[in-house]
């Protein structure tokens, strides 16, 4: 399984991005996929995730509003549109992909449930 994620770059803030995650050895409509960022000096930190079926998406606070997470089923691919951004959202931002599904919603905000992780992608939001 190979998650490559992409479309990174050198942004100003208030500005628009668009994320792509191409997944390869599995197919996303199968599996819950999700996003996470990691700041420089900071932990790594959940951002939004999808349910296999995509019926139900759930964001963190902070980009709620801002960011969309959709899948791309044709191109087996899952994306993240970053609105508005914000110098805080600076971070490497990872795709990731969780073999085992759970009904609480909450599962899906830890890192620990995904399997599968991207090379991750720089995001640099310059104020």
């Known amino acids: 399984v190979q998650l490559q994620a992409s479309g990174g770059g050198l942004v100003q803030a208030g500005a628009s991005l668009r994320l792509s995650c191409a997944v390869s050895?599995?197919?996303?409509?199968?599996?819950?996929m999700g996003w996470f960022r990691q700041a420089p000096g900071k932990e790594r930190e959940f951002v939004a995730t999808?349910?296999?079926?995509?019926?139900?998406?759930y964001y963190a606070d902070s980009v709620k509003g801002r960011f969309t997470i959709s899948r791309d089923n044709a191109k087996n691919a899952v994306n993240l549109q970053m609105n508005s951004v914000i110098p805080e959202d600076t971070a490497v931002y990872y795709c990731?992909?969780?073999?085992?599904?759970?009904?609480?919603?909450?599962?899906?905000?830890?890192?620990?449930?995904?399997?599968?992780w991207g090379q991750g992608t720089q995001v640099t939001v310059s104020s």
């Open positions: 990731a992909a969780a073999l085992r599904r759970s009904d609480f919603m909450g599962y899906y905000y830890s890192d620990s449930a995904y399997d599968y």
């Open positions: 050895g599995l197919t996303v409509s199968q599996y819950d």
């Open positions: 999808t349910r296999w079926s995509g019926s139900r998406t």
